[in-house]
Nanobody
Framework: QLQLVESGGGLVQAGGSLILSCAAS????????MGWFRQASGKEREFVAV????????NYAGSVKGRFTISRDNAKNTVYLQMNSLKPEDTAVYYC??????????????????WGQGTQVTVSS
């Protein structure tokens, strides 16, 4: 089992920034592509960003490209999501997840094996 624990969520005004962290334990962290997803109230969970095992490649949903940055530190078993220029529509519970798929294929919920408990991000207008 790979355990994932997110932190860093909170309340921020529109235009502000937050950084989310996700600490992993239990298995070899760099065996997995790591992704961030979000789920707004009443909506389905949606892909936000993914990073390759080495951290050298990333992919983003169109709605966050240019505003969010995913990164990882394999020495610290941690993945991050830097969120800038936040908008009210970014309000959601944010989840990190681990996938055995190559990162280019890891853009759907079904391709992830391990999930964190989620952290709430609320952006006020």
């Amino acid at each position: 089992q790979l355990q994932l624990v997110e932190s860093g969520g909170g309340l921020v005004q529109a235009g502000g920034s937050l950084i989310l962290s996700c600490a992993a334990s239990g298995r070899t962290f760099n065996n997995y592509a790591m992704g961030w997803f979000r789920q707004a109230s009443g909506k389905e969970r949606e892909f936000v960003a993914v990073i390759s095992r080495s951290g050298g490649s990333t992919n983003y949903a169109g709605s966050v490209k240019g505003r969010f940055t995913i990164s990882r530190d394999n020495a610290k078993n941690t993945v991050y999501l830097q969120m800038n220029s936040l908008k009210p529509e970014d309000t959601a519970v944010y989840y990190c997840a681990a996938s055995n798929y190559v990162f280019t294929a890891a853009t759907t919920v079904a391709r992830y094996d391990y999930w964190g408990q989620g952290t709430q991000v609320t952006v006020s207008s």
